[in-house]
């Protein structure tokens, strides 16, 4: 058995990020850049009105001057003359500072006459005025590959004039469950058989971190059926099988893809629940073989498929890896063994602050409560017994 | 001009929860469960197997006791037959526990003979066994209306025999850009004109958060322009307008959205960025009306879209209202006038802890400081001023 530590670093040792396509800038939400975006014009384009208001020379404002009223320069209709010696031209927000002004006061603070207005008070140079690449200057650069498209990163890049983006594919992602007991939701139901959950889980959960999930046929207790089933995942960027990982005479994937070359790279962690992980290669195609139980299978996605996932899409591991928040504990825990833990827990708000209560069954094969859990408490190996009041290290669940 | 909070009540007033549709499982990542998942079967669905092992009579279980070897029960394939006094069967992990046995003991705790078992200790009634209906009874309620479907949720309802869901569908959100001065990205610009980027900006944040984004071409600054847009939007279940707000002549939103009846329910509220906000309705159809900045317009989406598209999407008003959360200032802070502040900021890591510092410049012309910030800092209307270390409430801005 190795260390979780030593099992995400073999993984991610073996991975890199897919290529890049171009999409349109409407379908760039969620997307990983490929290529940084670099400004294609300034913002603002000229010096703007940053308010509704009068244009000037600053030095003709003053309480009791009289400026001569010479045009007007709504936003996107710029005025063509020239400011002169006590003239002012009206602006709205976002319209150009006709050439020769250089400054803007506020429509509140003037008289206006007809073809004249008088200023209540004076001006500073540059007032209320956004300066021609003030947001951005074209050519600087504005958002770096590998970021991940939020709203406000497609306005900038719409902003800077890109209807389309470069950005890594999504990472194909071949999922292959494997059972004789188990049958899709809303199949037949052989005696004592159960329905698999897994493909649902992590089609969910390589989505939800920018993958394409590809969900194969479930391949029964059978040699041939699994080496079949990873001849179908050729082409994916990586191959997540779930169940056959255990110790059972009944568990063939090993033997199934070993059928086509499968090369070992490790095989058990020291970690409950999960134990049983699987990572290797078939050729040139990565394959992690994660639990049949759905508990074990989440917490293994959580730990070793996101970080893997944010290799694959151009992130960077970092933007994978579990943030693990000091939390004080809510009721006592037991020393632990050799094995990392993670426990299933709620997070509730006392007095004190937030406190971190485990569940008291730790069952893993406890779906539901996984499904009301808040975070995962990691106990290292060997971790001593704590009593409530010590802080613990946890991972939120909230928005994997 | 009314707060902050007044704004939100009177918005959220108007709103209820778009309809449903059926989904497939496979299409359920992030949609909002408009009915409750009761589950449809026990899971287990029998008393079956925690670990690979031997069935048997826990009474039976004695250093040197031997046992005949009567079947075995891989998982999907049950024994037919009864476990008797002296008997086992050989189970493995998930199979179903024969009718007769209420233990199993592990495999590694026994001698095994040929067609003869040794156990090398006693076992308890029930020991490795997982009972039926122990993670979920048929019948009970696994899921809430209301939750928004993570990876866990899906598989839980693939668990409980769902092929498909029942989800609120997406709500339509119509986008409208207005603006003389403004064009899509790559299109041809106008001189003094300036790129569209609040269409990207809303569209993605009404995807980010369930929504369906519908863009309106961008209307020109005419009556009929505006008018025509909202009769265009007639269907959508939020017209959302950008531009147009503000209190100059060319500013003709609301006078092109009465010739369709628009009845104003408010109009400026005090906060900065995003004064000139509006609400009311075109007939059924809410209208939003954000400022035309885009910094503005992105801070009224957090704190007015957000809870509102939660509304629609079934996910309830506290689903997306914003989270303020307590944090140490990093710089001083001027005391404030009578309006509500959000200032854009960093949030850095010191050695007394996370510390929030806000930008220098709050123009909020800069687009491209509003992609880099990590914070909302807000300041009640008329806060005092600040040293730094002072604590200030915050909205992280990663996840929106």
Chains 1, 2 share one sequence.
């Not at 698999?196 to 590809?214: K, M, Q």
């Not at 006392?350 to 975070?375: H, I, M």
Request: aromatic letters at 4%; one cysteine or more; charged letters at 20%.
């Amino acid at each position: 058995m190795i260390s979780v530590e030593e099992a995400r670093t073999r993984i991610l040792a073996q991975v890199k990020p897919v290529g890049a396509e171009l999409v349109a800038l409407s379908q760039g939400l969620g997307r990983v850049l490929a290529a940084p975006v670099i400004a294609r014009l300034n913002q603002p384009p000229a010096d703007i009105s940053a308010m509704d208001g009068y244009a000037l020379r600053a030095v003709d404002a003053a309480p009791g001057a009289r400026l001569k009223l010479i045009g007007e320069a709504p936003a996107g209709q710029p005025f063509a003359g020239h400011v002169g010696v006590r003239e002012t031209v009206r602006v709205f927000t976002g319209g150009v500072v006709p050439d020769g002004a250089d400054a803007v006061i506020l429509q509140e603070n003037v008289e206006a006459d007809t073809g004249f207005v008088q200023p209540r008070d004076g001006a500073e140079t540059g007032q209320n005025i956004r300066r021609k690449g003030q947001d951005f200057a074209a050519g600087s650069a504005l958002l770096s590959r590998g970021r991940r498209c939020d709203s406000r990163a497609l306005a900038l890049a719409g902003a800077a004039n890109y209807p389309w983006l470069s950005v890594h594919r999504r990472p194909r992602v071949a999922i292959l469950s494997t059972g004789d007991e188990i049958s899709l939701p809303g199949d037949p139901l052989a005696p004592g058989g159960i329905i698999s959950s897994n493909g649902a889980l992590l089609a969910g959960f390589v989505a939800a971190h920018g993958g394409e999930p590809l969900l194969l046929p479930i391949a029964r207790d059978d040699i041939s059926a699994i080496a079949n089933a990873s001849d179908a995942a050729q082409g994916a960027d990586l191959l997540l099988t779930t169940g056959g990982a255990s110790v059972g005479e009944h568990d063939l994937l090993q033997a199934g893809l070993k059928e086509r070359g499968f090369a070992l790279d490790f095989w058990k962690v020291a970690m409950r629940p999960g134990k049983p992980l699987i990572f290797g290669r078939v050729g040139a195609l990565p394959v992690l073989g994660l639990p049949g139980n759905p508990v074990a299978a989440y917490v293994c996605a959580v730990l070793f498929l996101a970080p893997l996932l944010a290799v694959l899409a151009g992130r960077g591991a970092a933007a994978g890896l579990p943030v693990f928040d000091a939390v004080m504990l809510g009721a006592a825990l037991k020393q632990n063994d050799q094995r990392e833990d993670f426990l299933r827990a709620s997070l509730v708000r006392g007095e004190e602050g937030e406190v971190v209560v485990p569940y008291e069954r730790q069952d893993s094969g406890q779906l539901q409560a996984l499904t009301q859990a808040d975070a995962l408490i990691r106990r290292p190996p060997f971790a001593p017994a704590l009593v409530p009041g010590k802080v613990v290290q946890i991972i939120r669940l909230r928005n994997l």
